[in-house]
């Protein structure tokens, strides 16, 4: 999947044909969709766990000195009809939009960087989060991970 997403970026129906027609791994010709979606839930179920080690080989193999964390959030915004979240729905909603598109449901996403632009971490939220709210939630999800020194600056967009 990750070859995939380099080389021939596709949805994970497509990739069944590309595993297939332009992939010499011996007897992955053989995958399904089906398994590539049971191996993105495998992956989310350790999501965690794979993240932290997934940094932790990066910054090792780029000799990675993180004293300095780059976080902001977007949103992104969905086009589909109807623009109501189904019920029970509580991860597309309406928020404040950074895409000036109020009237689209949407989810938040935030990342966090090292000063040369290394990612260390993603999230995402509900659309109707707002900034200021996911900065406690991203500081303890980071302690641990032997980040230098921490320190907070934020934007006009996240005091408000």
Known sequence: MVANRALAPSSKLAMEDWV????AIPNLEDVT?????RAMDMLL?????????VYFSVAN????????????TTSSYFEVEPQEAPEGETFRQLGHSKDHRPDLLQTVIGLAVTREGIPIRCWAWPGNTSDMSVIEEVKNDLVGWKLGRVISVVDRGFSS
């Not at 179920?45 to 080690?53: I, N």
């Open 61 to 72: 193999l780029l000799n990675l000195e993180v004293d300095l964390i780059y976080f902001d």
């Open 45 to 53: 179920a350790v999501r965690e766990g794979l993240e932290k080690q």
């Open 20 to 23: 297939r027609d332009d992939v």
């Open 33 to 37: 969709s089906q398994q590539l979606y």
